[in-house]
Every structure is written in structure tokens, then in C-alpha cells.
Antibody
Framework: EVQLVESGGGLVQPGGSLRLSCAAS????????MNWIRQAPGKGLQWVAN????????YHVDSVKGRFTISRDNAKNSLYLQMNSLKAEDTAVYYC???????WGQGTLVTVSS | QAVVTQEPSLTVSPGGTVTLTCDSS?????????PCWFQQKPGQAPKTLIY???NKHSWTPARFSGSLLGGKAALTLSGAQPEDEAEYYC?????????FGGGTKLTVL
């Protein structure tokens, strides 16, 4: 059974940092592009970032470039999202996902507020 | 980055047929955009219905189908059921980055 389990969310002040993690199991993680997708309260889905199987290619949505960095550790079957200089508009549920394969985590809530 | 546009809301009668569309600001949607469709119900994570234009997962009801139609990606629901009432999102790939549409709220009434 495929599992994607996010962790690391929480309440952080504007300008602060958080690191999200996603533990993957049930599939060959090192052969899979991986994505972070977020959903602000009451809003739609927004793709945030993705990373190639070996980490050689990474893409980020314009609104987080220079602040967020996606990374992975294939030895640990883990995906990460380092989030710096957080803003109120980054408040959302963050999903780790392989959308084309139909695999989504349950999401972790990040709240940026003073 | 590109903007992907969906109908904000649609209504379909039980047993009826409805088509949702997904448009790209950069021009015609092609199979190269690897269109995907997702269903989301309140309080739940999204569920992937269609990937790579028209491919279904084992859990995708047969009444859902994906296609390219008039330069857009399309999701057709034939024989709507009450449980199909949900928010539907499309996504397009732009050679690396993805963009989601704003979502279509589908009402079955």
C-alpha cells in the first residue's frame, strides 16, 4: 500500500521558517517525480514545487521562488520542503503527492500568523 | 507562469451529462500538457480521476472520461450521480512546472 505521510507543519510567525517532511512507502521512491501542492483555507489547489527522481531538476511556483526549496533523500525515501521568509499568504494545507499516480498524503497545516 | 481557467460552477441533473473544461493562457491544450483531473470533497484530500488526458485509475467510475476538445482539456461526466457533487480541478504541465485551474464546483440537482 502506498503511503505518503507529511509532518512538520504548525504555527509560525511571519518571516519565520519551517521544514516539511514527507515519508514515502509502498512504491519505488527513487523512480518517482514528487510534488508539493498546497491549499489555502477555502481556496483551490496550488502547485508549489516538484523534483525529478534523482534531484537533478527542481521547479518552484513563482510566488515561492527564493524562499522555498524542495529536496529529497532517496536513501530515506523522504521528500522535504524548506520554507523560509514565510508570509501570511503561505498559510495552507501542504500535500505531498504523486498526482498522476493518484497518490496524495493527508496534508499538513502551516499557519503563518503573529 | 501560465494561467489555467475552469468554469467556476456548473449544475447537472441526476442522470445527466456535463462537460468541464480546462483552458491554458498560453494557447491550445495538447497531450504534451499531460492534463489531469482531480475530485475533491469537503474535508478530504484530492482524488485523481484522470491522468495524461484520458487515462483512468482503478477507482475512477466509468461515467467519467477525459479528452481534448476544441483546444482545451475536458472532463465529461455521463450519468451524474448525487455523490459526484464536488469540486473538480484540472492541472497542466508546462515542461516541469505544473499549474492548477481554479476549480469547478459541480452541483448535482
Amino acid at each position: 500500500e502506498v503511503q505518503l505521510v507529511e509532518s512538520g507543519g504548525g504555527l509560525v510567525q511571519p518571516g519565520g521558517s519551517l521544514r516539511l517532511s514527507c515519508a514515502a512507502s509502498g512504491f519505488t521512491f527513487s523512480n518517482s517525480w514528487m510534488n508539493w501542492i498546497r491549499q489555502a483555507p477555502g481556496k483551490g489547489l496550488q502547485w508549489v514545487a516538484n523534483i525529478k527522481e534523482d534531484g537533478s531538476e527542481k521547479y518552484h511556483v513563482d510566488s515561492v521562488k527564493g524562499r522555498f526549496t524542495i529536496s529529497r533523500d532517496n536513501a530515506k525515501n523522504s521528500l522535504y520542503l524548506q520554507m523560509n521568509s514565510l508570509k501570511a499568504e503561505d498559510t495552507a494545507v501542504y500535500y505531498c503527492a504523486r498526482p498522476m499516480s493518484g497518490h496524495w498524503g493527508q496534508g499538513t497545516l502551516v499557519t503563518v500568523s503573529s | 507562469q501560465a494561467v489555467v481557467t475552469q468554469e467556476p460552477s456548473l449544475t447537472v441533473s441526476p442522470g445527466g451529462t456535463v462537460t468541464l473544461t480546462c483552458d491554458s493562457s498560453t494557447g491550445a491544450v495538447t497531450s504534451g500538457h499531460i492534463p489531469c483531473w482531480f475530485q475533491q470533497k469537503p474535508g478530504q484530500a484530492p482524488k485523481t480521476l484522470i491522468y495524461d488526458t484520458s487515462n483512468k485509475h482503478s477507482w475512477t467510475p466509468a461515467r467519467f472520461s477525459g479528452s481534448l476538445l476544441g483546444g482545451k482539456a475536458a472532463l465529461t461526466l455521463s450519468g451524474a450521480q448525487p455523490e459526484d457533487e464536488a469540486e473538480y480541478y484540472c492541472s497542466l504541465s508546462y515542461s516541469g512546472p505544473w499549474v492548477f485551474g481554479g476549480g469547478t464546483k459541480l452541483t448535482v440537482l
